[in-house]
């Protein structure tokens, strides 16, 4: 098996895409992909932790997810457009390029997780825990961010236009050059980092 820790390349010739978990090749050139994500499903939905496996690439569109336990796992990539990920664990796991748009992340631990240049429009976060995670880059456009945990997180150059703050704790949160255009701010606990950010429209 592979560990998140000994990665392998794709067994395909001249491919440099991250072998998958208890594979020898990448998604993109494995024979039966559906097959594949069944057995995944299943997994997370039987209860299994899936700590530290290899997912990358992975199409995971409009799976229910549940409660699925991933934490540290390498999921950059992976489509999880219209997911239920509600109450989720992905505890440091990397999602950097992931399509979450639409998803549904409500109560989600994404502490320390890696969510760079992720698609979050439309991302239901209410109650999410995004404490000390890297949002560097995100596009976050109408996300519901209702009551979540950001607590020294980085969305610097993300793009929370139209996001729903009412509530959330940005206490040391780094919006640094973010652009938030019309986002809401009501009620928010803590002092975040807004150097330079685009806040044209903003409810603070």
Not at 41 to 61: E, K, Y
Request: glycine share 6%.
């Amino acid at each position: 098996m592979n560990t998140y820790f000994h990665f392998r390349s794709c067994a395909n010739e001249q491919c440099d895409n991250l072998a998958l978990t208890g594979e020898e090749r990448c998604w993109e050139h494995l024979p039966d992909r559906e097959r594949f994500k069944q057995r995944i499903v299943n997994l997370l939905r039987s209860g299994q932790s899936l700590s530290h496996w290899i997912l990358a690439g992975v199409d995971f569109s409009g799976e229910d997810l549940r409660r699925a336990d991933l934490p540290f796992a390498c999921l950059t990539g992976c489509n999880f457009a219209k997911a239920d990920l509600s109450q989720a664990n992905l505890h440091r796991a990397n999602l950097s390029l992931a399509n979450l748009q639409s998803a549904n992340l409500t109560e989600c631990n994404l502490e320390f997780a890696i969510l760079g240049r992720a698609n979050l429009c439309d991302a239901i976060l209410r109650k999410a825990n995004l404490q000390r995670s890297n949002l560097v880059g995100a596009v976050a456009r109408y996300a519901d961010c209702r009551g979540a945990q950001f607590f020294y997180s980085r969305p610097g150059n993300a793009d929370f236009s139209e996001a729903n703050f009412t509530d959330a704790d940005l206490t040391r949160a780094i919006f640094r050059r973010a652009k938030l255009v019309n986002a809401d701010f009501t009620h928010v606990v803590g002092r975040a980092n807004f150097e330079n950010a685009d806040l044209r429209g903003a409810k603070l």
